[in-house]
């Protein structure tokens, strides 16, 4: 990179311009400012390496002889051994005070200075400037305290900051001392000041963030304290330029003489300002803010005591401002978390579904200062206060949805989808809890209309980019007040609001699943109840029943029903809904109860069917059945069957077995079919056998084989066999892990 000439700020690099204002190397401008002197020093030896080229008039001394010399015949024996013994002790941060009786020559000969030592690579550092001793405000220990005291008297964020500018103001005599606190953007904002009754108040004004770039920004957290004392001042280069051991140019980030950007000094030129000072305000090691002092009336330069002071000040002060944002976080917190644990309680002791309690909760909007709310539970929307309609709900959740995230918050929607910028209104802000993409819970805020005032436009950059390459670009040139409606904008989800979404989430998640479960053990119960073990006892017949649920679900929607509509006749009824869990218990037990309500009033088989479908059709919340229903007379063994597609019931003596043939009407629920009976003749030693397709489907296996072995096995019966000793040779086709309920019913005429 090429260099530029001795007189430039910036000697080391080529000259910059707002294009790249956020790039400059302003950690190694190659010069420093001229109230001081530099001397970059080689460990061990501590000869001169690198020093500033006011040599001249500061030491009496060309820098090309300073150069290359020990430092104690540039500054004397007394005071290189005393810059020694601070490398010794791994550089502390106070300063010396050396009088330089040992230097013959000099504006400097014989005064007494101050001097900071300091590491900076392979490199020793030796600033030096005089003691102000007319402008200077001692701080004592018993100052110290004082002042410590006075910022710890502070209960808030806002006095805090205030009693900070009045205590840097009183020790550095700056004409304006202002506390600039940063936004999540890098915007910064005045929310203390301390001034001259005679000028215009900065309090409250913002600042964008291209006014402080991030390596300023970064800067400020490595070397706390930032000062120019005269913003006319002409910067001093090293020389030489690159230190000759490294190749490279001095790093100035912990210096305070390095000269400062000249983007920056034409910023305050603009502003008035003819020197400054800035003392970062640093939390968990991230910049929170600035003490910035202005100074109008020429040059000023604050002794370095009173620096120090307030540098010691912020950094006493940083900690507090945290403590202060932990205090206020914690109160609203607290308050949160609060109203979650009476949510929950009252959602925990309703009796009533918890998805309805929930939302019918009046402190569900109030719990997140939101103002709509939308549930989606498997796949139906549900809302509550003012929302946007139901397809843009879907699409506010797709947007936010991460697969690595359970609880999901942005406060500007319209950034991440400008489509969604119509809905500020209603949706500008949004928090979602929910781990699958049909089951979700959104809170919703409108925006927040916010004016702004701007110390000077905030797109003045832009604006002068827009005017072509012929418009040089510098620093804004106005500073009055510009006025900014911000829209589009929610209130920023605050973190403990985010983990009480969480924590309620998880919370309905697992009364949600006890509730699940203690609905199961009820249909478990209820199913036991209805469909049991050991078939009643008729006379005249042999009546064996099985009920065996698949291995992963413990309820079905298989049922086996057999009763007396008169004496000496029998109803026997087989079915199956589709379908696992609560849902298809609680089906069959309706079904089951609408087909025995058809057969006592006195409808044939066939009828009730068609009376089941309709039901089913019209009323039910149902998808699909299958069932068998036959009529028995016992003395006569007369038999009247009807199917709607369920497995065809078998026949089975001694060496013969097969389906009883007929017409099978569709499936229950469709709303299409007609039933149609079959009727035939039971001789005594026949068995009909009903069953669910649960006994001969598997994943895997062949269905028409597997009836085949069934007639096989159901054939091989041998004469005076028990019924149960047949259902239990038939039961054992059934391997281990099935899949599918199985149901068996098995009759025979005594």
Known sequence: MPLTPPGDHTPAYAATDLTTCDTEPIHVPGAIQPHGLLLAVADGTL???MASTNTVSLLGLATDDVVGRPLADVLGPRAAELV?????????????????????????????????VHRSGARTVVELETVERVRATPMSYQSARSAMARLGAATTVM???????????????????????FDEEWNGEVVAEDRRPDLNPFLGLHYPASDIPAQARRLYTVNWLRLITDISY???????????????????????????SPIHVEYLSHMGVTASMSVSLVIEGELWGLVACHHYSGPHRPPLEA?????????????????????????????TQAMLAEITARVSASSD????????????????????????????????????????????????????????????????DPDLADLAPVASGVLRIGASPDRWLMWLRPEIEQVVDWGGDPTNKLLAAA?????????????????????????????????????????????????????????????????????????????????RPATTYQLGGDWWDAFELAPGRLALVIGDVAGHGVTAASAMMQLRTALRAYLFEGHSPAECLDHLDRLMDGLLDVQVATAVVVLLDVATGEVEIANAGHPAPLLSAPGSAHEVDGDV??????????ARSVRLTLPVGTTLLLYTDGLVERRGSDMVERTDRLRAITSATTDGEPLQDLVDRVLAMQESGADDDTTLLAVRRA
Not at 238 to 252: K, R
Not at 384 to 408: K, S
């Open 234 to 260: 002409v910067p001093v280069p090293l020389t030489p330029i690159v230190d000759p051991g490294t190749g490279a140019p001095l790093d100035l980030s912990h210096s305070s003489l390095r000269s400062v």
């Open 353 to 416: 579904d918890p998805l309805d309690s929930l939302l019918g909760d009046p402190a569900l909007l109030p719990l997140m200062n939101a103002t709509g709310l939308a549930l989606n539970f498997d796949g139906v929307v549900r809302t509550v206060g003012r929302v946007p309609d139901e397809a843009a709900l879907r699409r506010i959740a797709t947007i936010v949805d991460r697969p690595d995230r359970y609880a999901i918050q942005s406060s500007n929607l319209a950034a991440l």
């Open 665 to 674: 009407r569709p499936l229950l629920g469709v709303g299409e079919g007609v």
């Open 47 to 49: 000869e001169v390496v």
């Open 84 to 116: 020694r013994g601070r490398a010794g002790e791994g550089f502390p941060g106070e300063p010396l005070v050396v009088v330089l009786d040992e230097v013959g020559r000099g504006e400097l000969a014989g005064l007494e200075c101050d001097v900071r």
């Open 307 to 335: 620096r120090s002071a307030a540098e010691f000040l912020a950094q006493v002060a940083s900690p507090m401002i945290a403590d202060r944002e932990r205090a206020d976080d914690r109160e609203a917190a607290l308050a």
């Open 467 to 547: 005017e072509g390459p012929h418009v040089r670009l510098s620093p804004r040139r106005s500073f009055e007040k510009w006025r900014q409606v911000v829209r589009g904008h929610s209130e920023v989800w605050s973190h403990w609001e985010v983990e009480a979404a969480d924590v309620l989430g998880r919370h309905m998640n697992g009364l949600l699943l006890l509730r699940s479960r203690e609905q199961i053990a009820m249909a478990e119960s209820l199913q036991r109840h209805v469909v049991l073990d050991h078939a009643p006892d008729f006379e005249g017949v042999d009546l064996v029943a099985s009920y």
């Open 159 to 181: 006095t805090l900051a205030d009693q900070i500018a009045r205590e840097v103001r009183a020790l550095s005599g700056f004409d304006r001392v202002m506390v600039y606190r």
